[in-house]
């Protein structure tokens, strides 16, 4: 999605920042679980029970990033996120 050259330039609000903040986290946390899910998997197996919670916490993490990223891009005309 490629950006204008008014919102290039517009300041970061203090929202905004939290935003960028929060996915940036998210990403991360996402990344770590991941990481834990394969080590998991290859030292105990794919259907060892702690490679299954580690997946299902990675699901979930999967879907929120999604479904923010989704709302993201429905932001309207006014700038202001649809939540």
Known sequence: ???????????????NHKFIVGI????????????????????KGFHHQETVEISQKL????????SITAKQ???GATGQVAF
């Not at 940036?24 to 030292?43: D, F, H, N």
């Open 59 to 66: 699901d979930q993490l999967l879907n929120e990033f999604e």
């Open 73 to 75: 891009t429905s932001i």
């Open 1 to 15: 999605m490629k950006k204008n050259v008014n919102e290039l330039k517009a300041p970061i609000s203090l929202e």
């Open 24 to 43: 940036e986290g998210l990403k991360k946390k996402i990344e770590e679980l991941r990481m834990m899910m394969v080590e998991s998997a290859y030292k």
